[in-house]
């Protein structure tokens, strides 16, 4: 079974067990800044990972296994905020106001921690999930509309709103730790 | 000059390759756009990706765990569908098919012995003798096997284990219909051992470890199954 993998290239067990020691906190990350919900965060690392020992042998050899599953985690992610949220990425007509401090956002950004994290909190859903893709894990605008089911436009703006919020709120958190 | 233009210059996504040159024009041109691009670059730059969050050990732990069974399920997905005859194979289906006959046996045999005997199984509830001498017999076949188990040849070794496992996995619930729940857990203690053994990218120094682990495993018990029967005899 070894010689087979080792043959066609495709990670072994072991090549697994060893990204997620080093790079899981990354894919864990990634995933709680798109759904803001850590069970959900968890499960999509889970999915992911699952779902990237099941076609192990499409695996690029040339490529980073854990770059590969990051990639997977974030699509796993972006896939359960759908089905828990349906209308998440349902284009908005208007800028929407930020309502300040609810509950959920209080919460979230208590799991999240400060700065970046906690302004994410104040983002729509379409906001926060098109900035994370794009400034964070540098998707390109075409990818980010087709893994959300948008066009490009829709996506620019939200990401147009999404940096106009945050460099609000960051310069708002900066100026609170001074 | 807009923020949103330069910010799609910024991100090099979303602007024309002429779009993008008069913006480069306007920044090399202009100071206050070129300013304008510094502060925003400065603020995109404050965004960047913090410290990852800390994950807790038991959900790393089982992110381990999903691709321990799912690479254990593929073993076995993989060994069921082949048919190509074989007689090593053959000799060990033979030796399986024998074992789950008398497994079968002895759970008949003393699912139906409340019927006969309620009052008897209600005060003694050691395991039969007969069941003790069944288990006894395979976990000294196991101790066997596993002295002569190829532990440099992944493929066999993997093969011989995953057929232990269902033996094991056979007598573990003969044990609990014979209300030997100690027996049980004994030998479903085993099976961890047995699918570690078992992975395909084990290194040959741990399977030789795992291996001493397990025969002297199953010593213990062999020995306490023996004082036990002999003190059953004697109190008898």
């Known amino acids: 079974m070894a010689a087979i993998l080792q043959s066609t290239g495709a990670p072994t067990q072991a090549d697994f067990h060893a990204a997620i020691s080093d790079r899981s906190d990354r894919w864990f990350s990634a995933c709680l800044k798109i759904t803001r919900n850590r069970d959900l965060a968890e499960d999509a690392v889970q999915d992911a990972l699952l779902s990237a020992w099941n076609k192990r042998h499409q695996f690029d050899s040339s490529a980073r296994l854990d770059t590969w599953i990051h990639r997977i985690a974030i699509n796993a992610a972006l896939q359960l905020l759908r089905k828990t949220r349906p209308n998440a990425f349902e284009p908005l007509d208007s800028e929407i106001a930020d309502h300040g401090d609810t509950p959920e956002s209080v919460q979230a950004e208590q799991e999240l921690g400060r700065d970046l994290s906690a302004a994410l909190t104040h983002l729509t859903e379409i906001e926060r999930v098109c900035f994370v893709l794009k400034h964070l894990e540098q998707w390109r605008l075409k990818e980010i509309g087709d893994e959300i089911g948008a066009n490009v436009g829709t996506v620019k703006q939200a990401i147009f709103r999404a940096v106009r919020k945050l460099r609000v709120r960051m310069a708002g958190l900066q100026g609170e730790t001074i | 000059m807009n923020d949103d233009t330069l910010l799609l210059y910024y991100y090099n996504d979303g602007l024309s390759t002429r779009e993008r040159r008069q913006v480069d024009a306007a920044i090399n041109t202009d100071p206050d756009i070129a300013a304008q691009y510094e502060a925003l670059c400065q603020q995109l730059n404050a965004m960047d990706d913090p410290e990852p969050h800390a994950v807790p050990s038991h959900m790393v732990q089982r992110w381990h765990d999903s691709i321990d069974r799912a690479a254990q399920q593929d073993l076995v997905s993989q060994r069921q569908p082949s048919r190509s005859f074989n007689l090593f194979s053959f000799a060990w289906g033979a030796a399986f098919a024998a074992t789950l006959a008398i497994g079968i046996s002895i759970g008949v045999y003393f699912s139906a ?22 288990v006894s017999m395979y976990l000294r076949d196991t101790h066997q096997e596993l002295a002569t188990l190829p532990v440099a040849t992944a493929a066999e070794r993997t093969t011989l284990v995953l057929q232990i496992i269902e033996q094991n996995r056979l007598f573990e619930r003969a044990a609990e219909q014979n209300n030997s729940q100690s027996l049980a857990r004994v030998l479903r203690a085993f099976e961890p051992i047995l699918l570690r053994l078992a992975a395909d990218d084990i290194a040959p120094e741990d399977a030789e470890a795992l291996r001493a682990q397990l025969a002297f495993e199953l010593n213990v018990m062999l020995t306490k199954i023996a004082r036990d029967s002999s003190n059953n005899s004697q109190s008898t």
């Open chain 2, 113 to 134: 012995a409340p019927l006969t005997a309620p009052t008897v199984i209600a005060e003694n509830l050691a395991p039969p003798a007969a069941f003790t001498r069944g």
